[in-house]
């Protein structure tokens, strides 16, 4: 057996089920031999679309996606991708094919090229050792790294040579048990929302998968709860659910953030992104921060609190501390209240079975009726020609069915679809943008698309993003994804547009002329609608009423006088 064949079927034995990938010499072996031991091979049209797909499927089922590719070019092409994704933390193996000879062409260094985007370096080092190196670089991605697996060429074509006494295939993982906060910690975390009069929750990636701890805890204390982007949906149907904390974050989410009096985040990094640089945290805020990585505590801005451990074993370990359990079962129960006599919208004084915290009956009303964007009022700048994208998202979030993934592109649109887009839960929304990279939203949304093909995958693109991702159009219409696209198109990079513009540079660098986009999409094998106006989106609930045998591309002409408001807030951070 060749080495390529054996590190393939290894990987399988593992538990690798789906392999994303664009197939060269280099890994043409070691691909078949995945797909002969049980994996699914995906077929990229591009490197980079490719990596970003299993990145994508990786954050959507939790499990470590993997991706295969060519010596050289392959992994060059793939390095956006895999810098995504090691900025993220994502589980992600890229099984990089290499020429070791220094005077090929095809040689670059691997594992330099690797460090240089933070992503782990790993290698099989000899045909002995091959299976034990691909299953150190598989554990080491397991526990939520990006790690680059270079597979020489020579090593992969040398037979494989078991080592003394090996019976055959490597053996499974081991079960990693998460780490437990220390009793010091538990008791000072439970001593501060104790006393918090406004606690806030921002959960971030790592949070994902806990929200009932979270929300027994927050039920014990009164906290509200808010995210980070990458978990929106985490405390949907709450009714102290805030949405998303930081630029997205509607007037009401952003003005009860800024006056808690205790902010923790769980398993969220605090950056510059999710707490408006800072702005969110109020003087008077006591800012506590919870990861199981030691290292990741106060890197973006300094916390009177962190503590060490797993999301879900330190709620649980406050929560027993406080000593409460909620009154109500299940999901969004909360602790019985008693109103402040001191004002009709303050929070409430803990009865005899627990704290009410922020929370009040008054509160609770003000959340249902104006925290969600498209309850924020606005004028409709919808002129015939080109429709508003608040307009647009809001038709959309009416017209697509609930049981729906949302992924969206970078730029000045990405809010539209972010926070006008409802979604289920933290699985329907796939958010790849710790790399602030444009291109990336159509093959997030296809990696999503196949991980949980029970829903609807919407990606959300500006017109500049769609177009340098767009050969994975043809992606979508070979497998057959019944996805809908929709192309925010204000014929501009308008992140630019909107930053420079007001300074009198000049734009031409960053103006295209009309592009039918529609048109390129049915070239593809979609079916494709231009729409400039609420009317125009009638095809759309013909097309979701129907077979949906096609994808669907909807090139809306949106309205870009000016930038979104995310866009300033982020500009105030440049």
């Not at 020579?154 to 490597?170: L, M």
């Not at 177009?467 to 979508?476: C, Q």
């Not at 039918?516 to 609930?541: K, Q, S, Y």
């Not at 096609?550 to 949106?558: H, M, N, Q, T």
Request: charge should be negative; proline fraction near 6%.
């Amino acid at each position: 057996m060749r080495v390529a064949d054996a590190v393939g079927r290894g990987l399988a034995g593992l538990g690798v089920s789906t392999v994303f990938g664009v197939v060269g010499s280099g890994n043409f072996h070691v691909t078949n031999a995945l797909v002969a031991g049980g994996a699914r091979f995906v077929a990229a049209r591009h490197e980079g679309g490719a990596t970003v797909m299993a990145d994508a499927w990786a954050r959507t089922t939790g499990a470590v996606g993997v991706v295969t590719v060519h010596q050289g070019p392959g992994l060059t092409n793939a390095m956006t991708g895999i810098a995504e994704a090691a900025k993220s933390r994502t589980p992600l193996l890229v099984l990089a094919a290499e020429a070791p000879e220094i005077r090929s062409n095809f040689h670059v260094d691997v594992a330099g090229l690797a460090a240089a985007v933070g992503a782990v370096a790993e290698r099989l080092y000899s045909p002995a050792s091959a299976l034990a190196d691909a299953h150190r670089a598989y554990a080491t991605a397991f526990g939520r790294r990006t790690v680059v697996l270079a597979l020489p060429l020579n090593v992969q074509a040398a037979q494989y040579q078991p080592a003394p006494g090996e019976p055959g295939p490597v053996p499974g993982l081991r079960r990693m048990f998460p780490p437990a906060p220390a009793a010091e910690a538990v008791a000072a975390l439970a001593g501060l929302l104790r006393e918090a009069r406004r606690p806030v929750f921002v959960a971030g990636r790592g949070a994902r998968g806990r929200r009932a701890e979270l929300e027994r805890l927050a039920d014990a204390c009164g906290a509200l709860l808010a995210t980070s982007a990458v978990a929106k949906g985490l405390f949907r149907g709450s009714p102290w659910n805030l949405d998303v904390s930081g630029g997205f974050a509607s007037p009401l989410a952003a003005g009860l953030i800024s006056e808690a009096d205790v902010i923790v985040g769980w398993g969220c990094s605090l950056n510059m992104w999710t707490m408006r640089h800072g702005k969110l945290i109020g003087p008077q805020a006591t800012l506590v921060q919870v990861d199981d990585d030691a290292t990741a505590i106060g890197v973006h801005r300094p916390v009177h609190l962190g503590v060490v451990g797993d999301v879900a074993e330190t709620a649980r370990a406050v929560a027993g501390a406080l000593g409460a359990e909620r009154r109500q079962g299940g999901r969004g129960g909360e602790t019985s209240l008693v109103r402040d006599k001191k004002s009709p919208d303050a929070a409430g004084v803990p009865d005899a079975a627990g704290a009410a915290g922020y929370r009040s009956g008054a509160l609770r009303e003000r959340i249902a009726a104006g925290v969600r964007w498209r309850d924020v009022p606005y004028k409709d700048e919808s002129d015939g020609e080109r429709i508003d994208p608040r307009a647009l998202s809001i038709a959309l979030d009416d017209l697509l069915p609930a049981e729906r993934t949302v992924a969206v592109d970078s730029g000045n649109f990405m809010g539209y679809p972010s926070m006008y887009l409802s979604v289920p839960d933290e699985a329907g929304f796939c958010f790849t943008q710790a790399f602030q990279s444009i291109g990336l939203g159509l093959a997030t949304a296809i990696g999503a698309a196949i991980a949980r093909p029970d829903r609807l995958a919407v990606a959300a693109l500006g017109d500049g993003g769609a177009l340098m991702g767009v050969s994975e159009l043809e992606t979508i219409a070979r497998l057959g994804l019944p996805m809908v696209v929709v192309v925010y198109d204000d014929e501009a990079y308008g992140a630019e547009v909107h930053h420079f513009g007001p300074d009198g540079d000049p734009l031409d660098t960053v103006r295209f002329p009309p592009a039918d986009i529609a048109a390129i999409g049915r070239g593809f094998g979609f079916e494709g609608v231009t729409v400039r106006d609420a009317a125009g989106l009638a095809p759309v609930r013909g097309w979701l009423d129907g077979p949906r045998e096609r994808p669907l591309l909807i090139d809306a002409k949106v309205t870009s006088a000016h930038g979104s408001w995310w866009l300033e807030e982020a500009f105030r951070g440049h």
